[in-house]
């Protein structure tokens, strides 16, 4: 046992540069872990000044200074963020309360409806089963009334860690931006001179992850956006909250569209039953999720990111767990970054037990 695990190591770690490469690994990995919520802020808005740094790029190849770009941009993206705060939040905070102020006479609907099945299916479900349903979802309602209830309770909190994202995140950004040759030089000053496969694996992730968050932010609007249109023009209730929803889920592939469909049907059936306005809604929708999956991401994306379905969902799931939405978000760059780095691992070939398959057929 011990000599495979020799010969395994001295096959995989007797490259220096690997070596370098899995510390580097390990630290990042270790300080995000261990430090992510402390730099939260930080690390938020490492990766906002990536996304911008796309559009700033743009702007210097045509010619423009980089620090008059940087204005440019940053100006920009503040907009944006103020319209996000003082514009669509609370729009999207009243549609949440008059939702939940609707929830009760919903319930009392469905119980209603749920009364009516023992008498129409005798055979198939009976007046205790109908009761035991009831009381299940009285629980489930009182349990949501307390995290609601708790989440009240912390809101001060939640509040005052916002006012500071709001002053920290901009200013940090800012910075990133406009001093990033100088940063990256400081950084890069502490790392050896044998980083040569650490530097090729970033270059070419450089460019995927890059192409990949800026691609999923604008999945993000086009998809929100498009599905808020559809649902005012069919007078949906709550189409903005609605909208909003379907363009995050498609932070998550594959599960986003499927768990979003539940509040969006909800909705609508409560607004008008099983009649055709519901029916060319549901079609209306699953026209955008077939555009959004067979058009917009094969534009947005194209080859860039080829992944196998597994390992997409094994990756959400993961990186998930780890770290949450940000972690759903960045699941699928993270996963190609694992494969880019399993793809170049250096690997010594006179530890092999057996010679390769292309040796062998030469022979």
């Known amino acids: 046992m011990n000599h495979i695990i020799t010969r395994w190591f001295k096959k995989y ?104 099945l023992p008498e129409k299916y005798p055979a198939f479900i009976t007046k205790e089963q109908v009761n035991d349903l009831f009381a299940e979802m009285g629980t489930a309602v009182s349990n949501m009334a307390q995290k609601f209830l708790s989440i009240s309770l912390a809101s001060i909190g939640g509040l005052i860690t916002l006012a500071v994202y709001l002053v920290l995140l901009p200013v940090l950004v800012f910075f990133f931006l406009k001093d990033k040759k100088l940063i990256v030089n400081w950084l890069t000053s502490f790392l050896p001179p044998e980083r040569g496969l650490a530097t090729r694996i970033w270059k070419e992730m450089d460019i995927q992850i890059g192409n990949y968050v800026r691609g999923k932010f604008s999945e993000i609007l086009i998809v929100g956006l498009v599905s808020y249109i559809v649902f005012a023009l ?25 768990v979003v469909t539940i509040p969006v049907a909800l909705i609508a059936y409560f607004q008008w039953g099983w009649s055709s306005e519901f029916a060319y809604l549901m079609l209306a929708y699953a026209i955008i999720q077939a555009l959004d999956g067979n058009v917009l991401v094969p534009l947005l994306f194209s080859e860039a990111v080829n992944l196998h379905p597994v390992a997409i969902i094994t990756a959400v ?13 960045f699941a699928i760059p993270l996963a190609t970054l694992v494969k880019a780095v ?22």
């Open 317 to 329: 799931l993961v990186f998930g767990g780890l770290w949450g939405l940000i972690g759903v978000f």
């Open 13 to 116: 770690f007797s490259d220096p540069e690997g070596i370098i490469l899995a510390v580097l690994l390990f630290l990042g990995f270790a300080v995000v872990i261990f430090m992510g919520k402390m730099l939260a802020p930080l690390l938020v808005s490492v990766v906002v000044a990536y996304l911008l740094e796309g559009v700033v790029a743009a702007l210097e190849c045509r010619g423009v200074p980089r620090l008059l770009a940087v204005l440019v941009v940053f100006t920009l993206f503040l907009a944006f963020l103020l319209f996000l705060v003082f514009g669509l939040m609370p729009l999207l905070s009243s549609q949440i309360t008059e939702l939940l102020r609707k929830v009760p006479s919903m319930i009392e609907r469905v119980q209603q409806e749920l009364l009516l």
């Open 342 to 363: 399993l793809m170049s691992w250096p690997r010594s070939a006179e530890h092999d037990e057996h010679p390769p398959r292309e040796n062998i057929s030469a022979a």
């Open 234 to 258: 069919f007078g949906l209730q709550y189409a903005m909250l609605l909208g909003a929803l379907v363009g995050l889920s498609v932070v998550i592939p594959y599960i986003g569209a499927a």
